[in-house]
């Protein structure tokens, strides 16, 4: 993934995923990936609500900082 213009080249980018995909479908994404896309390269990450929530608070962070 990329945000903010630095990461990765496997995921999609991340700018702004709240606003296109909403909250819930992000935590879905996350908590499992194959929800959407049962082909997906995305693997289960076997994370907490809590480290979700930090992930998503993160995201938002970093949309409100590109505006």
């Known amino acids: 993934h990329t ?3 630095s990461g990765g ?3 999609p980018n ?3 995923v709240l ?3 909403g ?3 992000v935590r879905d994404q996350i908590e499992n990936p194959r929800t959407h896309n049962p082909k997906t390269v995305m693997p289960e ?9 930090r ?3 993160a995201l938002r962070r970093s949309d409100s ?3």
């Open 45 to 53: 990450l076997g994370l907490s609500d809590a480290e979700i929530s």
């Open 14 to 16: 991340l700018e702004g």
């Open 65 to 67: 900082a590109q505006r």
């Open 19 to 21: 606003d296109r995909r």
């Open 55 to 57: 992930i998503i608070e």
């Open 3 to 5: 945000i903010g213009g």
């Open 9 to 11: 080249t496997v995921g």
């Open 23 to 25: 909250e819930a479908w």
